[in-house]
């Protein structure tokens, strides 16, 4: 089971870490995508990172303002987001696929969290 925390309500220019955490199984063996959904939108790729740790992929949307790592030892990964706008806003939710690359399809992964909530503010 995969949980999606961190988000909240912030001011356009701010900062926030969300994790996508796992229970009953290990991460490290997982690719994890953080996508996201506006309202009228349709869902849309923000980060991947292969079950290696050492590919990771971001959409050009967010490129230069997020950034996806992992720690194994907490079993958790993480999408750090950075001089957020008003157009980040949206649900936020974390996929994960077994010896995964952390592709941007999301049909490329089997398990789904439920997401967190991001709000910007202009």
């Known amino acids: 089971q995969l949980q999606a925390s961190g988000g909240g309500l912030v001011q356009a220019g701010s900062s926030l870490r969300l994790s996508c955490a796992a229970s009953g199984r290990s991460l490290n063996t997982y690719a994890t995508g953080w996508f996201r959904q506006a309202p009228g939108k349709e869902r849309e790729f923000v980060a991947g990172?292969?079950?290696?740790?050492?590919?990771?992929d971001v959409a050009d949307s967010v490129k230069g303002r997020f950034t996806i790592s992992r720690d194994n030892t907490k079993n958790t990964v993480y999408l750090q987001m950075s001089s957020l706008k008003p157009e980040d806003t949206a649900v936020y939710l974390c996929a994960s696929q077994k010896y995964g690359m952390g592709t941007s399809r999301a049909t490329d992964y089997a398990y789904w969290g439920q997401g967190t909530q991001v709000t910007v503010s202009s």
């Open positions: 990172i292969g079950w290696i740790g050492t590919t990771t």
